[in-house]
Each structure stands twice: as structure tokens, then as C-alpha cells.
């Protein structure tokens, strides 16, 4: 086992990259101090966490609500949001708020194919609805999960 300069154990990807476990981490993914499995047998823990919390998103788009926190996601699905938070971090590779926003940009991108082009659409209409709290919060998300901003995006696909 190897301890940094902080007592703290750190194990190896593979790939070798390096990272530091903590005891909540390694207990979630049943790791050993000293040894990451190239992959996990099965349908492990973390497995049924991401299918739990990725069902519950979609059937229920609790996304949609504005001021939606990891602690109401917690106890909506009834899992630890440090858990949720690592499972998020670890598996989506993005953090909490990176990960509802990409689900309300998505959703986003449906009502805008659903409606076609037979209705005019108001931009800041259209981030409430999709739980943004502001338009400007909403053109830096739409622009990061699409690569254009949704007046760009209105055009194109208009």
C-alpha cells in the first residue's frame, strides 16, 4: 500500500492514473487499499445506483424543477448524496449541477423538435420550462452541451 505525504492510501487506475481513496469511496466500490480491479464483476453497487438514479431522472424529471439540490435527489431515491455525488462524479464524469443542467439541455432539444416550426419560441420561456432559473444560466449550459447558443441552435433546427 502506498501513503501520500497526507497518510492518506492512494491507489492506481488502470491506465495508471493516480487517486486518492477515502473510506466512504472505497466501502461504495469495495475496493482494496492497494489494488483497483480492472473492471467490477457484475451488476455491482455502483451499477444499481446509476440504473436507480437514472430511471427516477427519466420517469420523473425532478430536473425540471428550478433549485433542484443533490439533497433532495437523495431523498427522493433514498441514497446518501455523498454517495450520489461520487457515483455522478465517478461515472458520468461531471459534477451535480454539470449533470442536471446536460438533462434540462437535453429535454431542451426535445420540446424544440416537438414543436417544429409551427409556433414561435421564446427563449426565456423556454428556460423556465426546461427549470432554468435565468436565460443567461441557460445560454451558457445550452452552448456548453451543444456547442451553440439556442438562438443559433432555434435556427438551424427551426
Known amino acids: 500500500m502506498v501513503i501520500d505525504k497526507y497518510r492518506v492510501p492512494v491507489g492506481t487506475l488502470s491506465g ?5 481513496w477515502t473510506g466512504w469511496l472505497r466501502n461504495l466500490f469495495r475496493l482494496k487499499r492497494s489494488t483497483v480491479p480492472a473492471r467490477e464483476p457484475g451488476f455491482g453497487e455502483g451499477d444499481q445506483i446509476l440504473h436507480r438514479l437514472d430511471l427516477f431522472m427519466m420517469e420523473k424529471k425532478p430536473f425540471l ?38 438533462l434540462r439541455i437535453r429535454h431542451c432539444e426535445e420540446l424544440i423538435r416537438i414543436a417544429g416550426g409551427g409556433r414561435k419560441v421564446n427563449i426565456r420561456d423556454l428556460s423556465a420550462e426546461c427549470g432554468f432559473q435565468n436565460r443567461n444560466t441557460f445560454t451558457i449550459a445550452f452552448k456548453k452541451f451543444t456547442g451553440v447558443t439556442p438562438s443559433e441552435y432555434l435556427k438551424k433546427h427551426w
Open 65 to 102: 424543477q428550478p433549485r433542484y439540490s443533490i439533497g433532495q435527489l437523495s431523498e427522493d431515491i433514498k441514497i446518501p448524496g455523498y454517495q450520489l455525488s461520487a457515483i455522478i462524479n465517478l461515472r458520468k464524469g461531471m459534477n451535480f449541477s454539470d449533470y442536471l443542467n446536460k
Open 16 to 20: 495508471g492514473m493516480k487517486i486518492k
